[in-house]
């Protein structure tokens, strides 16, 4: 992939939020790839994100080239673990993280035995790598520790 002009922030290098775009590009390409788009539509699931956990290391720069490589680590019930790495041509890692997704039909999240099972697939519990444990129990705390106790955003009368 290259870095596009579309791509840059106010610091001439590529946008923070530019990279989760990307991301989100990646998976929609990955459950084509997969068969999973075609499940999702037939069972009337749409595909969701719980999340994400990025770390940026080096900047990518205008007209840069890099490789975006991504694979499935780990699933739990619910949730899908995509582990992600933005890396130049020359090798230097410039981000890294996770996604999380899920299916979610009338009845909120499908369970992962269900829609792997529509793949033909047996799922099976992976163990969540430490990084995600520590992202899971970092986004637990920060849903207990609401700061703000807005109850409705609502002001129309």
């Known amino acids: 992939m290259r ?34 788009a075609r499940v999702m539509l037939k069972a009337g699931w749409r595909p969701m994100s719980g ?14 080239r890099y490789r975006l490589c991504f694979a ?35 009845h909120g999240l499908v369970l992962n035995d269900e829609s792997y099972s529509r793949l033909g697939l047996k799922f099976q519990l992976t163990p969540l790598p430490v990084a995600v444990q520590n992202w899971l129990a970092a986004e637990q705390a920060l849903v207990d520790e609401r700061r703000f106790g807005i109850v409705s955003t609502s002001t129309l009368s």
Request: aromatic content about 14%; some cysteine.
């Open 3 to 36: 870095v596009w002009p579309s791509d840059l922030d106010i610091n001439g290098h590529m946008n923070n939020g530019r990279y989760l775009t990307i991301i989100d590009l990646m998976l929609v390409e990955y459950f084509v790839r997969s068969g999973f």
């Open 51 to 64: 999340g994400a956990v990025i770390t940026y290391r080096k900047a990518l720069q205008p007209g840069q």
């Open 72 to 106: 499935h680590e780990a699933a739990n019930e619910t949730w899908n673990f995509m582990r992600f790495e933005f890396i130049r041509e020359d090798g230097v890692l410039c981000a890294a993280g996770y996604m999380k997704g899920a299916a979610v039909g009338r």
